[in-house]
Nanobody, 118 residues
Framework: EVQLVESGGGLVQPGGALNLSCAAS????????MSWVRQAPGKELECVSV????????YYGDSVKGRFTASRDNTKKTLYLQLTSLKTEDTAMYYC???????????RGQGTQVTVSP
């Protein structure tokens, strides 16, 4: 059974930082294209980052480029997203997914809420 479990969300002030994690199981994580996507209230899903199974640098959406850093640890089967310089518009439910989110959303976890508020 494919499982993706996100954690690390919370409430943070503008300019703050958070570290998200996604524990994966039930599929060959080491060779899997993985993504972070987010959905703000009333908005469509947004592709935040794509993390390749190789050493290729991750893809970032324009809205987070330079502020977010994605990575993975294949031995731990875990995906990470470091969020810095957070803005109120970053408020959303964040999901990890087994897919290249530029093409499809794929299987995703239950999400972790990030709220950026003064």
């Amino acid at each position: 059974e494919v499982q993706l479990v996100e954690s690390g969300g919370g409430l943070v002030q503008p300019g703050g930082a958070l570290n998200l994690s996604c524990a994966a199981s039930g599929f060959p994580f080491m060779i899997a294209m993985m993504s972070w996507v987010r959905q703000a209230p009333g908005k469509e899903l947004e592709c935040v980052s794509v993390v390749y199974p190789t050493l290729q640098s991750p893809y970032y959406g324009d809205s987070v480029k330079g502020r977010f850093t994605a990575s993975r640890d294949n031995t731990k089967k875990t995906l990470y997203l470091q969020l810095t310089s957070l803005k109120t518009e970053d408020t959303a439910m964040y999901y990890c997914s087994w897919a290249d989110c530029r093409q499809s959303i794929g299987t995703r976890g239950q999400g972790t809420q990030v709220t950026v508020s003064p």
